[in-house]
């Protein structure tokens, strides 16, 4: 099989938590931290370089901010937490979607007005919300409670900026977490996937450890990508699907796709808790660690020699690319 070809380049300490997103048009990486003395905030910081060097923008939350900028990611039990995030930006919507099991809710944050701007469904509504997914005119929410008591399902939502309606629920009727399939036992972090109309969405099951695919128009189970160990999150890069498996041995983070499955990284370090990933164009992979804190970046080889070269080359090389284009436009 082909696999990517990520190579790691740095490892950025940010702060304990979970979520991670990215948003390419405003050149912008999101995190979630948590912490028992600063309460837990979202900290944005510029798109990473190749390198893996990334600069602190501005933070959201904590003490001093006004009450629907309060977040609680660790749930009633105070051992499973939340913090997911995604965006949803647009020309005309740029938000980021931050899951809250402590208050139950999915706020939606304009950054750009840096403000509060609503919620996903009105809170209390979504039981325990983990990860989110965002694409088009879709939301999707993967919610439990805790393993016993509540529903483990996964929520889809359709709008825009912060007026979203209820679409349909997967994994729904039947009561305790299990494994048949269209079943769930914590689902974790998810992703649409399909063409612009996101014809299906893609989940990482932990304790059923498996990686599995419905159909979003009716909500169907398609297949199982994989069946891996603890899967966590999953990330759709280039001809396959890259997850993050987070056991009690190691840290790995795989590559599935249709010619099998292979392990690029596989981190033997005490706290280093796999949480979540993100694809960032133009470098490559961010991997988030729960515990330490930590973002570790991992870059494609193409990317690596382009920062390697100096930027009087990497300018000559846009204007040899430019002009091939045009010339072939004039032809």
């Known amino acids: 099989m082909a696999s990517p070809n990520l190579e790691p380049v740095s490892v950025k300490m ?14 912008l990486l999101a995190v979630s931290l948590s912490s028992d003395y600063a309460g837990d905030t979202l900290r944005l910081y510029t798109s990473p370089t190749p390198d893996g060097e990334v600069a602190h923008v501005c933070t959201f939350g904590g003490p001093g901010w006004p009450a629907p900028m309060q977040f609680e990611f660790r749930d009633f039990f105070k051992s499973f937490d939340s913090g997911y995030l995604a965006f949803t930006a647009s020309a005309a919507n740029r938000c980021l979607l931050v899951t809250d099991a402590g208050h139950d809710a999915v706020h939606v944050i304009d950054v750009v007005r840096r403000e509060h ?5 009105v ?25 016993v008591f509540v529903e483990h399902t996964i929520q889809v939502f359709q709008g825009s900026g912060a007026t979203w ?13 299990g494994r048949a399939d269209g079943q769930f036992n914590v689902p974790w972090g998810l992703r649409f996937t399909g063409d612009d109309d996101a014809s299906a969405v893609v989940v990482a099951d ?6 599995s695919m419905f159909r979003v128009s009716d909500g169907a189970f398609v ?29 790995d983070i795989e590559f599935v796709n249709k010619g099998g499955r ?6 033997r370090q005490y706290g280093a808790h796999l949480a979540s990933l ?50 072939r436009n004039l032809s």
């Not at 940010?14 to 050149?27: F, K, T």
């Not at 701007?117 to 469904?121: E, M």
């Not at 999953?234 to 840290?251: I, K, M, N, P, T």
């Open 14 to 27: 940010v702060g304990v938590g979970r979520g991670i997103a990215h948003c390419e048009l405003l050149g």
């Open 223 to 251: 297949r199982h990508v994989a069946k891996l160990q603890y899967p966590v999150d999953v990330e759709e890069f280039e001809d396959g699907w890259l997850v993050a498996c987070s056991g009690y041995a190691s840290q």
């Open 117 to 121: 701007a609503g919620y996903v469904a």
């Open 123 to 147: 809170p209390g509504t979504i039981k325990g919300p983990r990860g989110v997914a965002a694409r088009g005119s879709l939301v999707a929410v993967s919610a439990w409670r805790a393993p």
């Open 206 to 211: 932990l304790l059923n450890c498996r990686v």
């Open 262 to 267: 292979e392990t690029l990284c596989s981190i």
């Open 278 to 327: 993100v694809a960032v164009c133009g470098v490559g992979l961010v991997a988030r660690e729960s515990f330490h804190g930590r973002l570790r970046v991992f870059a494609t080889r193409d990317a690596i020699h382009m920062a390697a070269m100096s930027a009087c080359r990497v300018g000559w090389m846009a204007a040899v690319a430019r002009g091939i284009f045009a010339s």
């Open 165 to 177: 309606s209820l679409l349909r629920v997967l994994g729904s009727g039947f009561g305790s977490p």
